[in-house]
């Protein structure tokens, strides 16, 4: 009964009727040969009486990848007699989920309850929508869907029922659109859970601000923990910038025998380039070698990455030049690491061959390496240049990150007016961030009256920070303007106010944060995150530590 030599109709015709859920089961590879088994069943009155058949011919309808979407919709609504199986149902449910809108697929649900299996939905219906939901751009605009599928697994009694998809997929909804109390409250509900429910409460721990913890406290209480449990805690812990607690859980991972993935080993380099800890990077390189067949261009972004913030900016040259297929971030993270921590002139000529046809195109990430480069090395009129080009050529707008860098290469050449002249084209609200900045360099280069004058003008755009007054406080006392210094520390001490951080010239940290994830790139989310936590100075020193930090399996 082989399929491969005749058509499917002539196999179907072939074989009797109590084969023919087997055929219909094994032989319905492709969208043709959908149609064409579809058009036998008709034709022998197979379909009418005969759900099995029915359900089978679109099951495998559903999950043909050739089969259009259209046509999976056709069979659902108007081609195939009700009642259809509840499995079939769930089967075109799941594949229609990822290839249609959600709007589309809830007014699927709601003809399907009015039109077929009487038992419809049960338990696996539901998880398809909310998945859906979930991956949308926008999970919070499908919240009152979300809601009313809630209500109605808690009317049907599928919410809390084993096993837990439904509940999974109602707990990943609720994290993916923000929802953690929601969520949280969901989880204690739940009378079962399985590794997928502590995995997804986890992860949506992580990604709030100070939630690592919490994530902790129920990763210690999980009695079986999966690969993806580790993996949660270990990016986890380097997104909440406490890469030295990632390296333990990676050290912990090992030690119980916890084979690791590509995403394990792209949180260890990353942790490792915070720490500067070349020792323990080298060791997940060698661990990549040793495990990995397959190139990953995650963790070897990541590798390279680590080995620049490292100052082995050879070593992630090598790795660079090594890569068969290199995407936007891996230039950009070979760019920065050439501009913040090698040869700023090596970083630049990456750039031209960068933007040679046939390469990739730069983005705002990439400039700011560039214009850091011509910051290190005074190229005012290239600077210029670059930063021109942005807009006239890339058709990129230039960000407070390029303004910055901008201001920091005028300052180097001692064009401190002018830096301020640009900073002022900065958007209001980052005015006194900007000029914050600048008044460091006036006060380390001198320039009191440039200094007083900004001094005064952050003090009108945020009279209540404190830090302006004293930064004032000491651009008159530098200048030997004893009574006026005395009259800001009085003026101070009166305010009585804690003072607000002031802001850097040279710092770099919130400045590459704008840049550090992009959200609808999932397979770019781990890799951005590297860059987030770029050199607080361009010229920075880092120990090296090259004694094993780890064992990775």
């Given at each position: 009964m082989?399929a491969t ?7 179907a ?10 055929f ?7 969208h043709?040969?959908v ?5 036998f069943?008709l034709r022998?009155?197979?379909?009418l ?8 011919l ?14 999976v919709l056709?069979l659902?609504?108007?081609?195939l ?13 799941r594949?229609?989920a990822?290839?249609i809108p ?10 399907l309850?009015?039109?077929h ?9 539901f ?6 939901a ?24 599928l ?6 998809h ?10 993916a ?6 969520a949280?409250h ?16 986890m ?14 406290q ?6 079986l923990r999966n690969?993806?449990s ?8 380097v997104k ?15 030690a119980?025998?916890v ?7 792209v ?19 060698c ?9 990953n261009?995650l ?17 992630a040259?090598t790795?660079?030049?090594?890569l068969?297929?290199?995407n936007?971030?891996?230039?950009n993270?070979?760019i920065?690491?050439h501009?913040?921590?090698?040869e700023?002139g090596d970083?630049?000529?990456l750039?031209?061959?960068?933007i ?6 730069p ?6 390496g ?8 005074g ?5 210029r240049a ?5 807009s ?8 407070f990150?390029?303004?910055w860098c ?7 050449v ?22 914050g900045?600048l ?11 440039l ?5 005064l003008r ?6 209540n920070?404190n ?13 030997g ?24 010239l ?25 860059l ?19 064992g990775?399996?």
């Open positions: 082989a030599s005749t058509s499917p109709h002539s196999a015709a072939a074989i009797n009727v109590d084969g023919l859920p087997h219909l089961r094994r032989a319905l590879r492709t043709s040969a149609l064409c088994a579809h058009a069943l022998r009155g197979l379909l009486g005969q759900p099995v058949h029915a359900g089978l679109l099951t495998a309808s559903a999950c043909s990848a050739a089969s259009p979407p259209a046509h056709r659902l609504l108007h081609h007699p009700p009642p259809l199986p509840l499995f079939s149902i769930d089967a075109a449910l594949a229609l990822p290839r959600f709007s589309a697929l809830l007014s699927l649900f709601a003809s309850r009015r039109s299996h009487p038992l419809f939905p049960d338990r696996f219906s998880p398809p929508l909310l998945s859906a979930a991956s949308a751009a926008s999970p919070r605009r499908h919240l009152p869907s979300a809601l009313t599928l809630h209500a109605q697994l808690l009317r049907r009694g919410l809390f029922s084993a096993p837990p439904a509940a999974n997929a109602l707990l990943h909804f609720y994290a659109a923000g929802r953690l109390s929601s949280r969901l989880f204690d509900e739940m009378p079962f859970r399985d590794i997928a429910s502590c995995n997804t409460l992860t949506a721990f992580v990604g709030t601000a100070g939630g690592i913890d919490a994530a902790r129920l990763f210690d209480r999980m009695l690969v993806v580790w993996n949660v805690m270990i990016n986890g812990y909440a910038k406490r890469p030295e607690q990632a390296l333990e859980v990676v050290r912990w991972m090992a119980v025998g084979r690791g993935t590509g995403t394990t080993m949180g260890a380099a990353t942790a490792c380039a915070r720490l500067g800890r070349l020792g323990a990077g080298r060791e997940v390189h661990a990549f070698l040793r495990r990995f067949e397959d190139d261009l963790v070897w972004t990541a590798l390279l990455d680590m080995y620049g913030k490292c100052r082995r900016v050879k070593a040259r790795v660079f030049d090594r068969g297929v290199r936007l971030v891996c230039w993270a070979m920065i690491g501009c913040v921590y090698g700023p970083g630049i000529k750039f031209h061959q960068m040679r046809p046939g390469n990739v195109r983005d705002e990430v990439t400039f700011i560039v214009l850091c480069a011509c910051a290190r090395l190229l005012l009129d290239d600077g670059y930063f021109e080009q942005m006239t050529t890339y058709n990129l707008k230039p960000t990150a390029h303004y901008m201001a920091n290469l005028y300052g180097s001692g064009l401190l007016e002018e830096a301020e002249g640009l900073l002022q084209s900065v958007p209001e609200d980052l005015k006194a961030r900007a000029l900045g008044l460091g360099l006036c006060r380390f280069r001198g320039e009191w009256g200094g007083e004058r900004i001094a952050l003090i009108e755009l945020e009279p920070n830090a302006h007054y004293a930064l004032l406080c000491s651009v008159y006392a530098a200048a303007r004893w009574e006026e210094a005395h009259r800001m520390k009085a003026t101070m001490k009166e305010r009585n106010e804690k003072f607000s951080p002031g802001y850097r040279v710092n770099l940290n919130e400045i590459i944060h704008e840049f550090r994830a992009r959200e609808k790139q999932p397979e770019n989310q781990e890799i951005y995150a590297i987030d936590d770029l050199a607080t100075r361009l010229k920075l020193g880092c120990k090296e530590n090259v004694q094993s930090d780890f990775i399996k």
